[in-house]
T-cell receptor
Framework: AQTVTQSQPEMSVQEAETVTLSCTYDTSESDYYLFWYKQPPSRQMILVIRQEAYKQQNATENRFSVNFQKAAKSFSLKISDSQLGDAAMYFCAYRSGDDKIIFGKGTRLHILP | EPEVTQTPSHQVTQMGQEVILRCVPISNHLYFYWYRQILGQKVEFLVSFYNNEISEKSEIFDDQFSVERPDGSNFTLKIRSTKLEDSAMYFC????????????FGPGTRLTVL
């Protein structure tokens, strides 16, 4: 069974600094998708970035980028120039051919002014 | 921009009562999902629905749960006899195609069972 592990329950970063959230996963599939979702206090799930496993190039979305290491089954999220609005719970997630999304336990990110 | 909507935003019920959580997926989407997030825990898959039938369900989705798409627009989750441990945030999601496209999440319904 696929699993997603986020080893950092909480992290803090100074505003305008860069922070990296870690994620590892386990799967025997070769084709899959990886995601980072943001959940602010409103508890809405917001897709931040996604990565197709067949793509070697790391995905980027403005200040958000990933470091995808397929062989190591690692998928970290880097947030550059952190802003107060980035404070939220961040979930790493996995999706393969059977469609459902499997989430990690989340990392709560605090932004220090 | 089209979005998934859910009603109510917060539902309070007594243990043993039936509840129906409602979702309106994005109109041209074909696959529908329910997820659950117990407070402070991770989001867990409950069930996926395609072509008017369940395509997959988790072990959480026991006989107390059912889903329905009664009128071509709504997608409902029914819990027949709620338990205290059913208290959670319930998210509906939909996608155009099963694998290649993003699942769009609704804002969630917070269910509180007393």
């Amino acid at each position: 069974a696929q699993t997603v592990t986020q080893s950092q329950p909480e992290m803090s970063v100074q505003e305008a600094e860069t922070v990296t959230l870690s994620c590892t996963y386990d799967t025997s599939e070769s084709d899959y998708y990886l995601f980072w979702y943001k959940q602010p206090p409103s508890r809405q799930m917001i897709l931040v970035i996604r990565q197709e496993a067949y793509k070697q190039q790391n995905a980027t979305e403005n200040r958000f980028s990933v470091n995808f290491q397929k062989a190591a089954k690692s998928f970290s999220l880097k947030i550059s120039d952190s802003q107060l609005g980035d404070a939220a719970m961040y979930f790493c997630a996995y999706r393969s051919g059977d469609d459902k999304i499997i989430f990690g336990k989340g990392t709560r990110l605090h932004i220090l002014p | 921009e089209p979005e998934v909507t859910q009603t109510p935003s917060h539902q309070v019920t007594q243990m043993g009562q039936e509840v129906i959580l409602r979702c309106v997926p994005i109109s041209n989407h074909l696959y529908f999902y329910w997820y659950r997030q117990i407070l402070g825990q991770k989001v867990e898959f409950l069930v996926s629905f395609y072509n008017n039938e369940i395509s997959e369900k988790s072990e959480i989705f026991d006989d107390q749960f059912s889903v329905e798409r009664p009128d071509g627009s709504n997608f409902t989750l029914k819990i027949r006899s709620t338990k205290l441990e059913d208290s959670a945030m319930y998210f509906c999601a939909s996608t155009l195609a099963g694998i290649l496209n993003e699942q769009f999440f609704g804002p969630g319904t917070r269910l509180t069972v007393l």
